[in-house]
């Protein structure tokens, strides 16, 4: 072990990591990790880098620039990319290198990873980001326009803490952990420009992120979605169908993918997705117990693609994960684990090519609120039918059940839940499909296309798809939300006319899940999903500034006839 490591970057700002070296002669390739959360404490997902290092790597953890040891001033995204690349060529050249640097890490590690290999370091053979999103504006800071405030606010909070302890600031730290402890009472607090007032200071980024409340300049300078063309190394893949990044992992998969079928000398791709959430990543997700195999196999998946993807990586080791099942970490480019099936498949493309679009249409007699409605889903096309109609009342938001936040579910809503709490009340619309004869396995992406109108002039649509178990118990697979104004673009919002009827077409997400013979899938259409988004006040006014008494009630409704014909697509093995 070596402690506190310098690595001086371009600028001149010292960075500091430990070391993890094998008792061996040989030269051995580097395994490095950057990240903002303390070199120093371990990783909760990942082995320990002593783990690694037992199996002939030079492992190298590194403070970000500004976190724990590491000098100068965080600030998130900014300076990752060329930091990582200066890190790359220190790692290459420490003593006993053979000069062939990996990297790993997930979330905000994840991430880093992949604006590096867009820099091209040449010393960087191959990375392995978890859990990281394609862009840190959609999918990251907000979904369709709205704010994920229930990761944002909770992340923050916990960013700040480092800053405060160096500046010996005991009052903002004592308030700061304070508000860690009763986490919902500052998800309730409005306007969101005012939550963090009293430590501003040490998260001066929280604000500029409300500001930038669109996909602008400040996003593209940082996103990763707008540097594919330049990620030439192998790059394995990984994530969870309930991790709040799931859709960014599988699209950076997905485009890098292509651009390797076109051009092999690019690298290998390799998808990996289990069932878990952001962390832990175990079989237990929210009320679910997904079995033994959904256990967390990524330590062995990551040495198997080592072997494969880095050269002069160690040829002895120990075979297969901790469970004794090698199937995520085979040659396969894809290894999904199915929900429900409870067991991990493996595809040579994602979406699978033989998986079918199929087409359900909402219906009702014009009351599909709640669980004892009369809404129902088939794939007949709607005639003329009545609209439904409810109440969205900001003040009186429907609460997050479980979903796909982050990033821990003591703080913010994350697994598989049931949702008949919620589908109880009448602000949620609901439509469920009969029970089907024959088992059916959902395995790609899930599209909604929503015909609704708003007596507001902005407003939100969220939309959940559960599978409904034989017991009655509706727990959740997929779920987004999509504020109006951004219908048609992230770029260029765009106010609702009152009482017109418009198309939103979003995409609900990823999936791959068994639904049994006798199961029903169900999708609620409802306004709000709070604290995992934050509660729209039907306004339009300046994004942040509209606190409880600017909150105004709507009266949305949403058409499923033959000139609106509401649906959701769903993606269907034969």
């Known amino acids: 072990?070596?402690?506190?490591?310098?690595?001086?970057?371009?600028?001149?700002?010292v960075l500091y990591a430990d070391v993890y070296k094998p008792v061996t002669s040989e030269r051995c390739p580097i395994l490095l990790m950057r990240t903002p959360y303390d070199k120093g404490t371990g990783q909760r997902v990942y082995r320990s880098p002593a783990w690694y290092a037992?199996?002939?790597y030079i492992v190298a953890v590194q403070d970000?620039?500004?976190?724990?040891?590491?000098?100068?001033?965080?600030?998130?995204?900014?300076?990752?990319?060329?930091?990582?690349?200066?890190?790359?060529?220190?790692?290459?050249?420490?003593?006993g290198s053979n000069g062939s640097v990996a990297m790993f890490g997930m979330s905000y590690p994840g991430a880093l990873q992949l604006l590096a290999a867009a820099s091209q370091p040449p010393a960087l053979k191959t990375i392995i980001p978890a859990m990281a999103s394609s862009d840190y504006f959609d999918g990251w800071t907000y979904e369709n326009g709205a704010f994920c405030q229930a990761f944002i606010q909770s992340w923050v909070a916990y960013l700040a803490q480092d800053k405060m302890i160096k500046a010996n600031d005991s009052a903002a730290l004592?308030?700061?952990?304070?508000?860690?402890?009763?986490?919902?009472?500052?998800?309730?607090?409005?306007?969101?420009s005012e939550t963090f007032n009293e430590c501003a200071k040490y998260l001066p980024y929280y604000s500029d992120w409300l500001e930038h409340d669109r996909y602008d300049d400040?996003?593209?300078?940082?996103?990763?979605?707008?540097?594919?063309?330049?990620?030439?190394?192998?790059?394995?893949?990984?994530?969870?169908?309930?991790?709040?990044?799931?859709?960014?992992?599988?699209?950076?998969?997905?485009?890098?993918?292509?651009?390797?079928?076109?051009?092999?000398?690019?690298?290998?791709?390799?998808?990996?997705?289990?069932?878990?959430?952001?962390?832990?990543?175990q079989q237990q997700v929210g009320s679910t117990d997904f079995g033994d195999g959904a256990a967390n196999i990524i330590d062995a998946a990551q040495l198997d693609w080592l072997q494969m993807n880095l050269p002069g990586a160690p040829s002895q080791r120990q075979r297969g994960n901790q469970n004794g099942d090698d199937t995520a970490g085979g040659e396969a480019p894809v290894s999904v684990f199915v929900l429900f099936k409870?067991?991990?498949?493996s595809f040579s493309d994602w979406p699978p090519l033989?998986?079918?679009?199929?087409?359900?249409?909402?219906?009702?007699?014009?009351?599909?609120?709640?669980?004892?409605?009369?809404?129902?889903?088939?794939?007949?096309?709607?005639?003329?039918?009545?609209?439904?109609?409810?109440?969205?009342?900001?003040?009186?938001?429907?609460?997050?059940?479980?979903?796909?936040?982050?990033?821990?579910?003591?703080?913010?809503?994350?697994?598989?839940?049931?949702?008949?709490?919620?589908?109880?009340?009448?602000?949620?619309?609901?439509?469920?499909?009969?029970?089907?004869?024959?088992?059916?396995?959902?395995?790609?992406?899930?599209?909604?296309?929503l015909y609704a109108a708003s007596t507001a002039c902005d407003t939100d649509f969220t939309a959940l798809l559960s599978v409904v178990q034989t017991c009655g118990r509706s727990?959740?697979?997929?779920?987004?939300?999509?504020?109006?104004?951004?219908?048609?673009?992230?770029?260029?919002?765009?106010?609702?006319?009152?009482?017109?009827?418009?198309?939103?077409?979003?995409?609900?997400?990823?999936?791959?899940?068994?639904?049994?013979?006798?199961?029903?899938?169900?999708?609620?259409?409802?306004?709000?999903?709070?604290p995992h988004y934050d509660r729209h006040s039907n306004q339009t006014k300046k994004f942040g500034d509209d606190g409880p008494f600017k909150a105004k009630v709507a009266r949305q409704t949403i058409f499923h006839d033959a000139r609106y014909p509401s649906s959701i697509s769903l993606p269907v093995l034969p």
């Not at 072990?1 to 700002?13: C, L």
């Open 475 to 530: 727990l959740n697979l997929a779920n987004t939300i999509i504020r109006a104004a951004y219908r048609n673009s992230l770029s260029c919002p765009e106010p609702l006319v009152a009482d017109e009827v418009y198309e939103y077409r979003f995409r609900l997400g990823w999936i791959a899940a068994y639904i049994k013979a006798g199961q029903r899938l169900r999708l609620d259409i409802s306004s709000s999903n709070f």
């Open 1 to 13: 072990m070596e402690y506190d490591v310098p690595a001086r970057m371009r600028d001149g700002v």
């Open 218 to 281: 400040y996003w593209k300078a940082v996103a990763i979605k707008e540097r594919y063309d330049r990620i030439m190394l192998p790059v394995l893949h990984v994530t969870g169908w309930y991790d709040s990044f799931a859709s960014g992992a599988i699209d950076n998969f997905i485009a890098l993918n292509d651009l390797y079928k076109k051009d092999p000398a690019r690298g290998r791709q390799k998808l990996i997705v289990g069932p878990w959430y952001h962390l832990p990543w």
């Open 64 to 95: 970000c620039r500004g976190r724990y040891k590491s000098e100068g001033d965080f600030y998130p995204y900014i300076n990752e990319e060329f930091d990582t690349f200066d890190t790359v060529d220190w790692a290459s050249k420490l003593a």
């Open 54 to 56: 037992r199996y002939g």
């Open 174 to 192: 004592a308030k700061i952990t304070d508000v860690q402890w009763q986490i919902n009472k500052l998800f309730a607090q409005a306007p969101l």
């Open 354 to 449: 033989q998986a079918e679009a199929r087409r359900y249409y909402l219906h009702s007699n014009g009351s599909a609120n709640s669980l004892h409605g009369d809404g129902y889903l088939s794939e007949q096309k709607p005639d003329d039918e009545p609209w439904d109609t409810y109440i969205y009342t900001p003040l009186d938001a429907l609460p997050s059940l479980g979903g796909h936040s982050c990033c821990f579910e003591a703080v913010a809503p994350m697994g598989a839940q049931d949702q008949r709490a919620n589908e109880y009340r009448n602000d949620v619309l609901v439509y469920s499909t009969a029970a089907f004869e024959n088992d059916l396995t959902l395995m790609g992406q899930i599209s909604i296309s």
């Open 342 to 345: 409870d067991r991990w498949e």
